[in-house]
């Protein structure tokens, strides 16, 4: 699961850590944003699944 910070640092896998300008961070979050339209704003894991992470 990719996880992308404020300043740019990205993280996916754990295995990769860029560091995305500016500009590419507000990319991604656009395409994200349009990509996640109209879904639930928060989600329920299926119970049990805290404990296989």
Avoid at 23 to 47: K, S, W, Y
Wanted: glycine share 6%; aromatic share 4%; with cysteine.
């Amino acid at each position: 699961m990719p996880a992308v910070y404020p300043d740019g640092w990205a993280i996916a896998d754990a295995a990769h850590e860029p560091r995305l300008p500016p500009a590419e961070v507000e990319t991604l979050l656009e395409v994200l944003n349009h990509d996640l339209a109209g879904q639930p704003r928060h989600c329920l894991a299926p119970v049990g699944i805290a404990e296989n992470l």
